[in-house]
């Protein structure tokens, strides 16, 4: 976790319900943040948060501080 300011668009709130926000903090991964929010993390689901935060550039250089929204997923998301 890196403790950089955040890009001005990494700071805007999601305006999609059905999303989860959670605010980066110490010692946070995107591995471990994402199975606390659906129950597992793998490789897919990771790279769906990924893509419904466009501010993120790179899983590993998450910061202290930077919203992550978790999109609902749908039934058929959920097969691990």
């Keep these: 976790v890196e403790n950089t300011p955040l890009p001005k668009k990494a700071m805007l709130s999601p305006k999609k319900k059905n999303t989860t926000v959670r605010i980066i903090k110490r010692g946070d991964t995107l591995y471990s943040m994402v199975r606390d ?44």
Excluded: A, T, W
């Design 37 to 80: 929010v659906y129950g597992f993390s793998n490789y897919k689901l990771i790279e769906h948060v990924k893509e419904s935060n466009p501010g993120m550039e790179d899983i590993n250089k998450i910061r202290v501080g930077q919203k992550i929204v978790f999109p609902k997923l749908e039934e058929r998301q959920k097969i691990k």
